[in-house]
């Protein structure tokens, strides 16, 4: 099934792009023809969609998004990109029931182009069925963000590193050794000297965030003797260009105008919407937060329940800061009964997952933030298990990395940091108390005593 070939295809106006964390680390390194064609294809998928479709590219449209100049190559250029990103296979590292496996496969196919340069308005291309786990369906463990923090980015290089730092926004802290960045990058042939890497890739992507991007960073070098070990990145939200964002980009059509028709047209099959309704969630939240729930809504619907008020439920959606999205075993019809007293045990189960979730989110964030914080302080860790090796729960018949496999020991240690080094927190345990309250206050007003 393609999608509509029609230029002004509603295709067109999806502003966000979904990756699964696991394609975001992926190994891969594309030219920036190769990436503006992959991007464009990202935002044609809908959070919805079960399939890839064939995807139309129209040259215009790259051109105009991108911001590029108009020239006789770009036609050329384009195609050659999609006729590379057919070539590039994409090797991806992930966790199993039966132990870590490394996954390779192509990315794209089936490239449909006329071979008259006077007839080359569009092409049509497809993403490898391979593909699928890493960008339909997406329930959890994904990246998200608006296309437009890429759109102007001239590096391939400088795409990969906000998408791995986008990732860790909220921790506020990366930390790669050289080789792993290398080798997620794809770059160890091509800058093998660091002096060089630094230079084309590291402080590249510095300037071009801070130009471009909703994120910017700053980062350290670790080293080990005179080399570079590893790297530090420390990201921060970019106020600048996230305040320029707020503003109408134009006075005869203002981007507020064009987000609610954006969000009207993903609605307008349910009763009871109206534009007014719309602006004023855009207004109280954000374009991002808005689509966020509606996609949510999509997701519920497309894997079997019925909603009866889907309108009604959004607005329940609206309410809640922090959306998780349970993964679905095995999707099954469900009717949700609106009836009150149902609609009350229904949202009361839905907030205590919803807890239950945050918590587990807060804890393994905290573990990646004792994680980053000991490569960045080895002697910091030698020295608090120095300390621990003394006391009840450290097994002297193990080792120390032994030890380290026991939740209980882990659990000690955890403890130790929190102890000596409650700075390191303090921004995490503020969100996550935050939003534990929010839950609350939701389950309490829905007469829940825990």
């Known amino acids: 099934m393609k999608h509509s070939k029609n230029h002004n295809d509603d295709s067109q106006s999806v502003k966000l792009i979904r990756k699964s964390n696991n394609l975001v680390e992926g190994k891969y390194r594309f ?11 990202l935002t044609m998928i809908f959070p919805d969609d079960e399939d890839f479709k064939e995807y139309r590219i129209y040259l215009k449209d790259v051109i105009d998004e991108f911001n590029l100049t108009t020239d006789r190559q770009a036609y050329k250029l384009l195609k050659a990109g999609a006729v590379k990103l057919m070539k590039k296979e994409i090797k991806v590292v992930r966790d199993t029931e039966e132990g870590e496996k490394e996954f390779l496969t ?42 437009r923090n890429v759109l102007q980015l001239q590096s391939s290089f400088s795409v990969r590193i906000y998408e791995l730092l986008k990732q860790y926004e909220r921790i506020g802290r990366r930390t790669f050794t050289l080789t792993e960045l290398k080798e997620t990058l794809a770059v160890a042939d091509k800058y093998p000297l660091y002096a060089n890497f630094k230079q084309r890739v590291i402080l590249k992507a510095q300037e071009d965030l801070e130009n471009y991007t909703d994120i910017r960073f700053t980062f350290e070098e670790d080293k080990k003797g005179k080399a ?20 109408p980009e134009e006075e005869e059509i203002p981007s507020t105008d064009i987000a609610d028709n954006q969000i009207y047209d993903k609605l307008k099959e349910y009763q009871g919407v109206n534009l007014k309704t719309v602006n ?53 019809k469900v009717v949700i009964d609106v009836t009150e007293q ?45 300390s621990l090796k003394f006391g009840y729960d450290y097994n002297r018949q193990l080792s120390v ?9 882990k659990a000690l240690l955890n403890a130790k940091v929190r102890e000596n080094y409650p700075h390191l927190f303090k921004e ?23």
């Open 428 to 450: 995490l345990d503020e969100t996550f108390k935050r939003q534990e309250i929010t839950i609350k206050q939701a389950l309490r007003s829905l007469g829940w005593s825990g």
């Open 342 to 386: 149902n609609l009350r045990l229904q949202s009361i189960k839905y907030y205590e997952k919803s807890l239950e979730d945050l918590r587990i989110n807060y804890y393994e964030q905290q573990n990646e933030i004792i994680k980053a914080y000991f490569e960045e302080n080895p002697i910091v860790k030698e020295e608090l298990l120095e």
């Open 31 to 41: 030219d920036i023809w190769e990436m503006r064609v992959f991007t464009k294809m």
């Open 401 to 409: 990395s032994e030890n380290l496999q026991r939740d209980s020991f």
């Open 280 to 332: 004023e969630w855009i207004e109280k939240y954000s374009l991002n937060y808005v689509a966020e729930r509606i996609d949510m809504l999509k997701r519920q619907q497309s894997n079997g329940t019925v909603i009866n008020n889907p309108m009604g439920y959004l607005q329940k959606l609206m309410q809640q800061e922090v959306l998780f999205y349970p993964q679905v075993i095995e999707p099954k």
């Open 228 to 247: 570079v070990h590893s790297l530090v990145f420390y990201i921060y939200s970019n106020k600048t260009v996230v305040e320029e964002r707020k503003q």
């Open 106 to 147: 192509y990315i794209a196919v089936g490239l449909d182009s006329f071979t008259s340069k006077s007839q080359g308005s569009y092409i049509d291309i497809s993403f490898h069925p391979k593909m699928k786990p890493f960008l339909l369906q997406l329930q959890t463990q994904f990246l998200m963000y608006d296309v």
